[in-house]
């Protein structure tokens, strides 16, 4: 993957308006133009074969549990219509600036998202994925075999490790292992925030599990970096949870928008798990202050949040 330093990324402002929108928007690039330069860096993307492969084990799996298996699922319907297993299969249920694919030499299974050269998400990725970032133990970013750019397009493909859903498919089998895995997003966000970024889109679906406890970030179509702005001010955020003086249309301060979209996933994740947590209920009272000046900053929020875990009980922790 290319090495970058801080040097060449570009700061973004604390102005009202976003980017240029034209660089930002998600891009639904021809794949087939591209196949033969993703497979020289080292991934293939799905065709017909693989999928049909991919049910069969998906059917095989669920007949080994005992569980009934249904064969009409429209994709694998899909793939087996056309004749050709070697052309490229797209996943229906993606958007079209994601294609599903497999990483050559492990055999694992990719995500790939094409992205503008000049967008936010490529500079964020881009910096949150360098060498002397990623090893960092708060930072929950997913992980990211390669950069692939195409400068003549002014395009940069980038290449995930395929993750799932947060909470949707799996519930965490306890209530230490479901803070855990807040701990891990409210982790990612304080990190963001020591580097001067701010996510703006924090929502239950930008954040994926291995299913191993481990808990990841993605799209960060809305990050915004501010390198030398101490006290920057936006407004316009177009994340999927907005504070309420956005959907005024007034300024924010982009952090404390963090920290109040953090409050009400952890009130969602919270719904959909079933744990009915008061202590949780307090601890996001101060984040979802009317008022951003109010709210607390995530690096109180964490300390706040490890204050309350030591005091629930470990019998409750570990209840299943």
């Given at each position: 993957?290319?090495?970058?330093?801080?040097?060449?990324?570009?700061?973004?402002?604390?102005?009202?308006?976003?980017?240029?929108?034209?660089?930002?928007?998600?891009?639904?690039?021809?794949?087939?133009?591209?196949?033969?330069?993703?497979?020289r860096r080292g991934f293939r993307l799905d065709t017909c074969r693989d999928v049909k492969q991919w049910y069969q084990?998906?059917?095989?799996?669920?007949?080994?549990?005992?569980?009934?298996?249904?064969?009409?699922?429209?994709?694998?319907?899909?793939a087996c219509s056309i004749k050709d297993e070697n052309e490229l299969c797209k996943d229906a249920g993606l958007p079209d600036n994601l294609f599903r694919g497999t990483h050559i030499a492990s055999g694992r299974k990719v995500v790939i998202k094409s992205?503008?050269?000049?967008?936010?998400?490529?500079d964020a990725v881009r910096?949150?994925?360098?060498?002397?970032?990623?090893s960092h133990p708060m930072n929950h970013c997913i992980p990211v075999y390669?950069?692939?750019?195409?400068?003549?397009?002014?395009?940069?493909?980038?290449?995930?490790?395929?993750?799932?859903?947060?909470?949707?498919?799996e519930i965490p089998g306890t209530l230490r292992l479901f803070l855990g895995a807040l701990r891990q997003c409210i982790e990612h966000i304080v990190f963001m925030h020591s580097r001067q970024m701010a996510h703006l889109d924090i929502s239950m679906h930008n954040i994926l599990t291995d299913y191993q406890a481990h808990y990841?970030?993605?799209?960060?179509?809305?990050?915004?970096?501010?390198?030398?702005?101490?006290?920057?001010?936006?407004?316009g955020i177009r994340g999927t949870d907005v504070p309420p003086e956005v959907e005024r249309g007034d300024w924010t301060d982009p952090y404390k928008a963090d920290v109040w979209m953090l409050a009400v996933l952890i009130h969602k994740a919270c719904k959909i798990t079933g744990?009915?947590?008061?202590?949780?209920?307090?601890?996001?009272?101060?984040?979802?202050?009317?008022?951003?000046?109010?709210?607390?900053?995530?690096?109180?929020?964490?300390?706040?949040?490890?204050?309350?875990v030591a005091n629930i009980r470990r019998e409750k922790l570990d209840a299943c």
């Open positions: 993957m290319e090495s970058d330093d801080d040097s060449v990324l570009s700061p973004t402002s604390s102005a009202d308006e976003y980017d240029d929108e034209d660089v930002n928007a998600r891009r639904a690039p021809n794949w087939c133009a591209y196949r033969h330069l993703i497979e084990r998906y059917w095989e799996g669920l007949q080994a549990s005992g569980l009934d298996v249904t064969r009409d699922l429209p994709g694998y319907t899909r992205v503008h050269t000049c967008s936010r998400e490529y910096y949150l994925t360098s060498p002397h970032v990623r390669d950069l692939i750019q195409v400068p003549a397009d002014c395009l940069v493909f980038i290449v995930m490790e395929e993750w799932y859903p947060q909470f949707l498919y990841a970030f993605i799209d960060f179509e809305s990050c915004r970096r501010f390198d030398g702005t101490p006290t920057p001010l936006i407004r744990y009915n947590v008061p202590e949780l209920a307090a601890f996001t009272r101060p984040m979802l202050q009317d008022d951003y000046n109010r709210r607390p900053s995530i690096a109180a929020c964490l300390k706040a949040f490890d204050a309350m």
